[in-house]
């Protein structure tokens, strides 16, 4: 465990020890919900969008609320912004929490909203316990933990029996009352017809294409152990074009990287994540390692090929129904391309 991992656990067990936390069974009235702010300060493009499930589950349980989603990094808010019940999108950057003046101005800002209910949907982030400490709101829901300092009071409880981080939050609708709802079970960002129309146009200028063909998307950039050389990357082309030349194949580069995989194989990049998703949606299938724009992809409801070598995919796999996980480690590269060609066959 890193020194700031160990310092995190540390501060929030002396925490919780001062806090007045009591487990209740106190419901609340979706009735008299009109503002709602979702607080996850969190600054990987993966954590945002598991928050896709959560917004959508309230967006079905008190449809005319007003939602505010409160995240770490500006980068990541055009993901969540112009989804349906979405209202404000505001960001606290790490430079922001680091200067006091600055960050209680931000918080100032956001407190004029006058809260109904805040949704803390983590309970192991510092950056976050302190948001909805210093941020006023009515009703401030979240999981119950013995050893985290939590400033809420509405608790559901920890789902034991959910291993998907992106479906944990939902746990938290069962402190409303009223009828249960079956809420969607995978990541989505809600893209208008629109939107995937731009998306065609932005893949179909990128490839200069004239007719309809078969179009894969791959992402090579990963965090750490998770990263997949461009090595392995050059083999796996090189498999799936023997196994079928027709298919068109576009590298999908991260902002900072102008050089697609391999000279001839054309290629296209987005710094606005929105706009990454408009493009992915125009994809038949788009297959990367274990990374945020994976499940942006997945979240755009294109169906995803993940290579896991690192994680676990109980945890952070995608979710769409159509996607599927290959774990690489130790497996023959055209192995791997065969199984990702059976799965491009069998949803094309």
């Keep these: 465990m890193s020194i700031r991992k160990r310092l995190r656990a540390f501060l929030n067990l002396a925490l919780s020890k001062l806090s007045n936390q009591k487990n209740t069974n106190i419901t609340i009235n979706p009735f008299y919900i009109k503002r709602v702010l979702i607080v996850r300060v969190n600054y990987r493009i993966g954590n945002i969008i598991f928050l896709t499930p959560l917004i959508r589950a309230l967006e079905k349980k008190i449809p005319d609320a007003k939602v505010d989603v409160l995240v770490g990094a500006p980068f990541t808010i055009p993901i969540i912004k112009e989804m349906p019940n979405i209202e404000n999108v505001y ?3 790490r430079e922001l929490t680091k200067n006091p003046i600055k960050l209680f101005k931000k918080i100032k800002e956001i407190n004029k909203n006058n809260y109904d209910l805040l949704i803390s949907p983590v309970s192991v982030s510092v950056s976050s316990n302190i948001a909805t400490f210093l941020i006023k709101a009515n009703l401030k829901l979240g999981f119950y933990n013995t050893n985290t300092w939590l400033p809420l009071n509405r608790f559901a409880i920890y789902p034991k029996n959910i291993s998907h981080e992106a479906l944990k939050p939902l746990a938290l609708m069962s402190v409303f009352e009223g009828e249960e709802k079956e809420y969607t079970k995978y990541l989505d960002i809600a893209l208008s017809k629109k939107e995937r129309d731009e998306g065609i146009k932005m893949l179909k200028e990128a490839l200069n294409l004239k007719t309809s063909s078969k179009i894969v998307g791959i992402f090579r ?3 750490g152990e998770k990263k997949i050389k461009d090595s392995w990357w050059i083999e796996f ?3 799936l074009k023997e196994i079928d030349s027709n298919t068109i194949f576009i590298d999908i580069l991260p902002p900072d990287e102008k050089k697609a995989l391999l000279p001839n194989l054309p290629f296209i990049s987005s710094s606005n994540l929105r706009d990454l998703a408009k493009i992915f ?3 038949d299938i788009f297959i990367s390692a274990d990374t945020g724009p994976m499940h942006l992809a997945s979240a ?3 169906p ?6 690192a994680t676990n995919p109980s945890l952070y796999g995608p979710l769409g129904v159509d996607d599927t996980v290959i774990q690489i480690d130790n497996k023959d590269i055209n192995l791997i391309a065969k199984q990702s060609f059976n799965h491009i066959k069998t949803i094309i």
């Design 91 to 93: 960001a606290l950057p």
């Design 221 to 223: 950039d990963a965090r």
């Design 237 to 239: 082309l090189k498999e």
């Design 281 to 283: 949606s125009a994809l």
């Design 300 to 302: 755009s409801l294109t």
């Design 304 to 309: 995803v090929i993940a290579l896991f070598n």
